[in-house]
């Protein structure tokens, strides 16, 4: 019996071990799928567009009105 | 210790919330200070000039979201409206004007001929398009890449064919003109119909995405084109559909924009596709396919006309402007890749 429920649980580890196999394989190949940035590299860039886009608005703004 | 943890955690949620929500952050803080230089801006006369404005490029950019969504894009778009608005405008053009394109006609046509017209030239283009990412399995990019220029071409040619060389195509009959540029006077003030019509593709373009079998068609192909095929998706006709849907809105809005500018020359509808496409990022339209709904599209038009309004309204070097344009839509797509990122 123990024989028996071993070898049960070894296949269904075998089969669990395929699903996510599986899953990977049909992953949709996107846009974004070869990116290789990190979560961190992400901020900072998203960070760094942020304060260029506000220098260069206020930049735009002081030359129109008080330049 | 629990302190420091709902501290951590906070603070987090905080950063995410910001890295998130950074676009509607900034363009808060633009208004606020627009408004605090000339509390003019905040006026509801001026909030109809930006839907106006909005609503043709809203039109556009409702065709170009399929597209995205289908995890592709449509750098044609601005040419083929330009062609489209010349042939439509050249049908409308006053019977007493001396230069105009077709003498022949000496009265005014049924406004339905040149929007048809319109429409069928746009459909071809996209058909031409969506045969090639079909059928031919090319890239949406390269393929629209090259229908943008042989839709200038055409527009060019089309233009130049004109009696007295090529002049910009203008002197419409009153018809059109009010036809696009009336509004309906609600208490005290006018609802521009313009921004009816762009409410009324929206509609009809929400019940294509949400209420039909091509909408859904167009979201699991997007999504996971090989899973689509599996589920019995016609892929190719699905895209074709989402491309005639275009062609058949692109063709509207070339009509509606002959009428806002009154006059079509080669320039029109130069750069209309980076604002659609800019517009859809920025309403949450995702590069990488399957995602993207209609009030995002309509979001991220307005907020993308907001934008060119302040900066505008500021009096922003127009050099400048596209500087920040272009760093506003690198902003959005960086925030797109990154949900993607966070997400897996």
Known sequence: MDDEQKVKAEAEQEENQELPNTTLMSMKENVYDHLNVSLKTMNRVIALLVIAIIVFTTFGIWQAHIK | ?344
């Open chain 2, 1 to 344: 210790m629990g302190e420091t943890k709902t501290r951590k955690w906070d603070k987090e949620r905080i950063n995410e919330f910001l890295l998130n929500y950074a676009l509607y952050i900034i363009l808060g803080i633009m208004i606020i200070v627009v408004i605090c230089i000339n509390p003019k801006f905040l006026s509801v006369s001026n909030f109809i000039k930006i839907l106006t404005q909005a609503s043709t490029r809203g039109i556009l950019a409702l065709g170009v979201a399929g597209m995205i969504v289908l995890a592709g894009t449509d750098l044609s778009a601005g040419r083929i409206l330009g062609c489209c608005a010349a042939v439509s405008a050249s049908l409308v053009q006053s019977v007493t004007y001396a230069s105009r394109m077709y003498p022949g006609i000496t009265e005014d046509l049924p406004l339905i001929l040149p929007l048809l017209a319109s429409i069928t030239i746009g459909v071809i283009f996209c058909m031409i398009n969506g045969f090639g990412v079909a059928k031919l399995k090319l890239h949406a990019f390269i393929v629209s890449l090259g229908t943008q220029l042989i839709a200038f071409g055409c527009t060019c040619i089309y233009i130049d064919s004109q009696e007295g060389g090529a002049q910009a195509i203008s002197s419409f009959n009153e018809k059109f003109i009010n036809f696009v540029n009336g509004s309906f006077p609600i208490g005290n003030f006018k609802l521009p119909y313009l921004i009816c019509y762009f409410a009324i593709a929206a509609v009809v373009v929400w019940i294509i995405w949400n209420k039909t079998t091509l909408g859904k068609n167009m979201f699991a192909i997007g999504g996971n084109m090989e899973a689509a095929a599996v589920s019995g998706v016609n892929i190719s006709r699905s895209i074709m559909g989402v491309y005639l849907v275009a062609g058949v809105l692109y063709g509207i809005a070339a009509f509606l924009e002959a009428g806002r500018i009154q006059s079509v020359n080669t320039g029109t509808g130069l750069n209309y596709d980076l604002d659609a496409i800019s517009g859809c990022v920025i309403g949450g339209v995702s590069f990488a396919g399957g995602v993207g709904t209609i009030p995002g599209v309509i979001i991220g038009v307005i907020i993308l006309q907001v934008i060119n309004y302040s900066l505008n309204f500021l009096g922003v070097n127009p050099y400048l402007q596209y500087i920040i344009k272009g760093l506003i839509i690198i902003l959005a797509v960086s925030i797109d890749v990154r949900k993607y990122i966070a997400k897996k």
